[in-house]
């Protein structure tokens, strides 16, 4: 933790002169009033070269006032968040407040209560495959959902869904098993399921039975992957973290859009942070909506991009302030900035501007072309990007490849970390910043007061520890001083902490060296050595001239102060050997003499100490090395700030894309043959299947010479559809649908749209007349009845009455009456057996009748069966092409995504040559070379430096180069001569002309 140094109002109105100057290489250390007075001149010579008109007025007001205001948030989130325990730095602040206003967040926040940043790392990639995998399996699931009672859920896989599907399905007329069937779903859902007829039932139990199917496909993919569990899985059955798993899309589809930062998520990661976000919520006047980006290139882009960068250092009622003066001069600013914006078309414009900013040079390098080119490099690639990456929506069928989806999210990531990679412009502008360090005691507020010329003694440290603690800033010139509590005290290194961010944070370091120089004071130096920041040693003599005669003496005989101090330098360098850095230049002077003579009233003798103090000499010495050093640095750190994202981007999508490539050739050549083969399953399936059927055929017709005589009595319907039942035609759909489900499960697909339910007719649908009662007893019942119709028939026909009378007066009447009776007997036999032979051809039609209608009728079912078996087959056949199609479409798309991100890796490459170009150029100008010599730079990762110049001046740039670029920018520099083996030498990094070792 350290105390964040303020910055005044001065150098806040600096700062925005600044960035509107900012396309004439101007620098705020030229202090406000200068380059007030050159913009007052850009407008008129703008007006005089009638380049740039009258701008309606306020044009670039409103940018600012937007500017102010996000930085206001911003500062009011640090305060809120500071009130917590947690410290934010700027940049952790301005992602907060970017993050509070996105759309969607509120309903979102309390869903990510009590997730790590690492479960939300995680969690984000997991849910991203999760939400691409899991549609298809619970598609059967939310079909079952439709019209079932809520009240079945809890207790669901209590029922035997086959046994009761079958049970329903076998004994729809009544029965112990029908009605324990109807038992089992009354008891999970009475209101329900009471008056529902058998069917119906039936119906619901087949949405069960594909709910469980489905969960059952859903526990065995989310098996594979358990860190889903944390947030899909159920926390009871059925019942969804819903809230959380629409929080996480949200991020995921936040981050994909490139709303804000990947890593800005994390935020909601964290307790405190969640906290102050549901604050800020309520107390921060947040816009609904962000403000419209300004376009590319122009000064109210510069101004909201580079103000919230510096006012992180200013408070809120420094930045109403600036609002206020602002708005008094926007006139002024509107006309500079339309001239700033016309000045790449305006070349005349540009040439009849150079005298103003010639005027504005000094020493510290107030004028730096270079920030300008860096800042055209960065918008340029982010106006490519956005060009660009556009979010490419893919079909529901891309997650039947699980390679593919990871083709997509590889891609995905890339495109994330580009646009991360050029999302802001570093804060590099403003004040030089110098840091006064050193062990406590050292002097270092006594040097303050040399410096700034202040001659109160409040403040100074009168041999005692932690005199100051606290990091205070004061200005000198165009120049920021920051003074550092002591390094080296007792008891606490808090202190030193505080020092050693000052130090991290400024251009350029001056180290306070006292009488000795311990193994704490030892490691902080060696720290900064290594690190390579300008650094400026001062051995700060301690001779008593706290009255006016040790003055006096000390200004005659100032050497006999600074005897010891050649030993301290030889420490200093001894030091520097140790770690193997460049001794700093070392400077002995007597602070307190300096301050001492500033309160004198002896203006001779002030003049003498002064002198006799080395303080005029460590100034030009410090102004020198700020010139030399610390102004290069602040380019090196400027390109550095820009160009590492971009060269981690580069190095990580050179090691990515060949992988990416090598996966989509692979899917490509792989779709066609996985296809033909799923389909030569699914048709070797339905062939099975089909066979299956032709034989379940033959067994039927088989079996229906026995069930024809049971029929057309009175349980007729029941006998049939036992019979129909016992044949399972259902049977062979399902078997047809899992080994299709299984075939297509193996090649990890999934089939999102089954074939559609078809209303199966009734079981009674076989219509025949009543079978003939063909029993003994029926047969003779008929043969009595018509024997004695038949005999009564002939007696009365054949008069065997009055025969019979008139036998009687004859002889022998008996045997004449024995006679007729024979012949009405054989009548009546003749008459039974045409009864029987009747009854016996009703019997043979009724069989012929019965057995051609049920065949006909066992055929239609079949032939209804084996239609339906060949449109599954079909529909799925279909189905699948599509899908195949559309995934072909997919690989079409992520190969067009991929060819992209191939171009902008090229475009970056060219953005990093640029910026290394520009640097390269600005330091040789500084060495005192001519930039021109250089044509073209590349650097490698963090090791070389290949610089192309014509062979006549590769000498020349290489003196100029050789103590200037090696031990601040890279390891290594190679000046090549030959331009044309640039790409050869970037491929393979061999040997070159005129090697400089770091």
């Not at 991203?128 to 699931?141: S, Y």
């Not at 798993?245 to 909601?268: H, K, Y």
């Not at 007597?590 to 002064?610: I, V, Y």
């Not at 692979?666 to 034989?695: F, H, K, V, W, Y």
Request: proline share 4%; charged share 30%; with cysteine.
């Amino acid at each position: 933790m350290h105390t964040r140094v303020r910055t005044p109002p001065e150098s806040l109105r600096a700062e925005v002169l600044a960035l509107l100057l900012e396309p004439l290489g101007v620098d705020a250390m030229a202090g406000p009033a200068s380059l007030e007075k050159l913009a007052q001149g850009v407008a008129a010579v703008a007006q005089a070269c009638g380049c740039a008109g009258v701008p309606p007025s306020g044009t670039t007001l409103d940018r600012i006032s937007d500017a102010v205001a996000a930085c206001v948030e911003e500062h009011e989130l640090v305060r809120l968040a500071t009130a917590r325990g947690r410290t934010l730095t700027p940049g952790e602040a301005r992602a907060l407040r970017e993050l509070m206003h996105l759309e969607g967040l509120r309903p979102h926040l309390q869903a990510f209560d009590g997730v790590t940043a690492q479960a939300l790392r995680a969690d984000l990639a997991a849910v991203a495959l999760a939400e691409r995998l899991l549609p298809g399996v619970l598609e059967q699931c939310r079909r079952a959902d439709q019209g079932w009672p809520k009240e079945i859920w809890r207790t669901i896989f209590e029922i035997d869904v086959d046994g009761a599907v079958t049970d329903l399905r076998r004994h729809r007329r009544g029965g112990r098993q029908a009605a324990g069937a109807r038992e089992l779903v009354l008891r999970h859902s009475v209101s329900a399921a009471r008056d529902l007829p058998n069917r119906d039932l039936v119906t619901r139990l087949e949405k069960v039975q594909d709910f469980v199917t489905a969960q059952e496909s859903y526990e065995a993919v989310v098996s594979v992957h358990p860190e889903w569990w944390r947030w899909l899985g159920p926390a009871a059955r059925f019942r969804f973290r819903s809230d959380r798993r629409d929080a996480l899309i949200w991020a995921i589809g936040v981050r994909d859009t490139g709303a804000v930062p990947g890593s800005t998520l994390e935020m909601l990661a964290e307790g405190s942070l969640r906290a102050v976000i549901e604050q800020g919520l309520v107390t921060v006047p947040v816009r609904t909506t962000a403000s419209p980006a300004a376009p590319a290139l122009s000064s109210a882009a510069r101004l909201v991009a580079g103000l919230p960068a510096v006012a992180s250092r200013t408070d809120i009622g420094a930045l109403r302030a600036l609002k206020s003066w602002y708005a008094k001069n926007v006139e002024l600013f509107d006309r500079v900035a339309s001239a700033m914006d016309t000045l790449r078309t305006e070349p005349h414009l540009r040439a009849a501007l150079e005298p103003l900013v010639d005027e504005l040079s000094h020493s510290l390098g107030a004028v730096d072309a270079s920030r300008s080119a860096y800042r055209d490099v960065q918008s340029t690639l982010w106006a490519e990007v956005e060009a660009r990456l556009r979010r490419t929506p893919y079909s529901a069928h891309a997650v039947e490849s699980e390679p593919l989806v990871g083709v997509i999210s590889r891609i995905g990531a890339l495109e994330r970390e580009l646009r991360d990679a050029v999302r802001d412009m570093p804060a590099v502008r403003g004040s030089l910043v110098v840091a006064v360090a050193g062990r406590t005691k050292s002097g270092k507020t006594t040097l303050r007061k040399a410096l700034t010329r202040d001659a109160d003694r409040a403040g100074i440290g009168r041999g005692a520890h932690r005199t100051t603690r606290e990091t205070s800033a004061f200005e000198l010139g165009s120049v920021t001083y920051l003074d550092t509590p002591g390094v080296a005290a007792k008891d606490d290194d808090l202190d030193a902490r505080r020092a050693r961010a000052a130090c991290d944070s400024a251009d350029a370091v001056v180290w306070n060296y006292a009488d000795t120089l311990r193994d704490e004071e030892s490691a902080e130096l060696q720290r900064l050595l290594l690190s390579g920041k300008p650094l400026l040693a001062v051995v700060n003599v301690k001779d008593r001239v706290d009255t006016p005669d040790r003055l006096q003496l000390f200004a005659r005989r100032p050497e006999r102060a600074f005897t010891s101090a050649s030993g301290h330098a030889v420490r200093i360098e001894q030091v520097s050997r140790a770690v193997g850095a460049a001794p700093p230049v070392v400077l002995a002077v007597h602070s307190g003499a300096a301050h001492e003579a500033l309160s004198t009233e002896d203006s001779e003798l002030r003049d003498r100490a002064f002198r006799a103090s080395r303080l005029p000499e460590l100034e030009r010495s410090l102004a020198q090395l700020l010139a030399e050093r610390a102004v290069p640095l602040r380019a090196v750190r400027l390109a550095e700030g820009v160009r590492a994202p971009l060269a981690a981007f580069h190095d990580r999508v050179s090691g990515e894309l060949p992988r990416i490539g090598l996966a989509l050739d692979e899917l490509e050549r792989s779709a066609a043959g996985q296809q033909a083969a799923l389909l030569d399953a699914i048709r070797m399936a339905g062939r099975n299947t089909r066979d299956r059927l032709t034989a379940g055929r033959h067994h039927a017709e088989e079996e229906l010479s026995g069930v024809v005589p049971s029929l057309g009595g009175v349980d007729h319907s029941r006998r049939w559809s036992d019979f129909v039942a016992g044949l399972e035609l259902e049977g062979f759909t399902a078997v047809l649908v899992t080994e299709i489900e299984r075939e297509i499960r193996k090649r990890e697909r999934v089939l999102r749209a089954g074939e559609s339910a078809e209303e199966r007719q009734d079981d009674e649908g076989l219509h025949i007349r009543q079978r003939p009662d063909a029993t003994v007893w029926r047969w003779i019942a008929v043969a009595a009845e018509g024997a004695g119709t038949t005999l009564l028939d002939s007696l009365a026909a054949r008069g065997i009455a009055k025969k019979l009378s008139t036998a009687a007066t004859k002889a022998n009447p008996a045997v004449v009456a024995v006679g007729h009776a024979l012949d009405a007997v054989v009548g009546a036999a003749k008459a039974v057996s045409r009864e029987f032979d009747r009854a016996e051809q009703a019997k043979h039609e009724w069989t012929g009748e019965t057995a051609a209608a049920a065949a006909a009728e066992l055929d239609e079912r079949f032939d209804r069966e084996e239609a339906r078996l060949t449109r599954i087959v079909e529909d799925t056949t279909a189905h699948v092409a599509a899908q195949f199609q559309e995934q072909s479409a997919d690989i079409g798309r992520t190969r067009e995504r991929f060819e992209q991100l191939r171009r902008l890796r090229s475009a970056v490459r060219s953005a990093l040559d640029a910026i290394d170009l520009v640097l390269v150029r600005r330091l040789l100008a500084l060495a005192g070379g001519d930039p021109g010599a250089i044509r073209s730079a590349r650097r490698t990762p963090g090791v070389e430096l290949r610089v192309w110049t014509d062979a006549s001046r590769s000498v020349e740039v290489r003196a100029c180069l050789r103590d200037r670029l090696v031990d601040v920018l890279t390891e290594r520099i190679e000046i090549r001569s030959d331009s044309g083996s640039r790409v050869a030498v970037a491929g393979t990094g061999g040997a070159s002309e005129g090697k400089t070792g770091g």
